[in-house]
């Protein structure tokens, strides 16, 4: 079967880090996504990784572990405008399959 | 460059009547998928087109919805009929496919349905 692990909900605070971690089991595995979605809007993809090893982009980076099956996505810097949820999602052959997402809150 | 396009936007309808979605994606993406998002959730994948064959539809509930990519480009989604848990955001993606940076992709802004 396929299933994706992800915290439902994380709270850190502007300027801080935070590090959301993204567990997977799928056939097939071919790649882990990091999308972004700000409330009543769609996804904005943030990263891709398909091979081990940590992927940076500004303040965000991201990680991956094909032989533990594990992911994360590290932010920097916070600011409020990150307050958002992020999703996790592997690519199964063709398919992507999304985690629940984490929704994260950012205090001042 | 044109994002993809869905619409309607909003949508309200009683239990049992039927709603359609209509999707218009990247120019060039030879690969589009409808998600359901149910709020608090992450998106869950109902079909997936490539160019207009059917990649995979194994969660579409097949008794009430239907979807089409006629010619390889826009497509449709309906649910005949509407049950109340049917209400969620209907999220329209496009990507490149194998030709292209593999699988990003790219959303439009969501039909929102509310079933009552």
């Known amino acids: 079967g396929q299933n994706i692990d992800q915290p439902t909900e994380m709270t850190a605070t502007e300027g801080a880090i935070v590090q959301i971690n993204c567990t997977y089991q799928?056939?097939?595995?071919?790649?882990l996504f990091w999308y972004q979605q700000h409330a009543g809007e769609a996804p904005t993809f943030l990263s891709y990784?398909?091979?081990?090893g940590l992927e940076e982009k500004g303040r965000f980076s991201s990680f991956l572990s094909r032989s533990k099956g594990y992911s994360y996505l590290l932010l920097k810097e916070l600011q409020m405008k990150d307050s958002a949820s992020y999703l996790c999602?592997?690519?199964?052959?063709?398919?992507?399959?999304f985690g629940s997402g984490t929704r994260l809150s950012i205090r001042p | 460059e044109a994002g993809v396009a869905q619409s309607p936007r909003y949508k309200i309808i009683e239990k049992r009547q039927s709603v359609a979605f209509w999707c218009n994606p990247i120019?060039?993406?030879?690969?589009l998928y409808w998600y359901q998002q149910i709020l608090g959730q992450g998106p869950k994948l109902l079909i997936q087109?490539?160019?207009?064959?059917?990649?995979?539809d194994s969660q579409l509930p097949k008794d009430r919805f239907s979807a089409e990519r006629l010619k390889g480009v826009d497509s449709t989604l309906k649910i005949q009929p509407a049950k109340l848990e049917d209400s969620a955001v209907y999220l329209c993606?496009?990507?490149?496919?194998?030709?292209?940076?593999?699988?990003?992709?790219?959303f439009g802004e969501g039909s929102r349905l509310t079933v009552l």
């Open positions: 993606a496009s990507s490149l496919g194998d030709r292209g940076f593999p699988g990003e992709l790219f």
């Open positions: 799928t056939s097939g595995f071919n790649g």
């Open positions: 990784n398909v091979l081990d």
């Open positions: 999602a592997a690519r199964s052959a063709s398919k992507i399959i």
């Open positions: 120019s060039g993406h030879a690969t």
């Open positions: 087109f490539q160019n207009n064959g059917v990649v995979d």
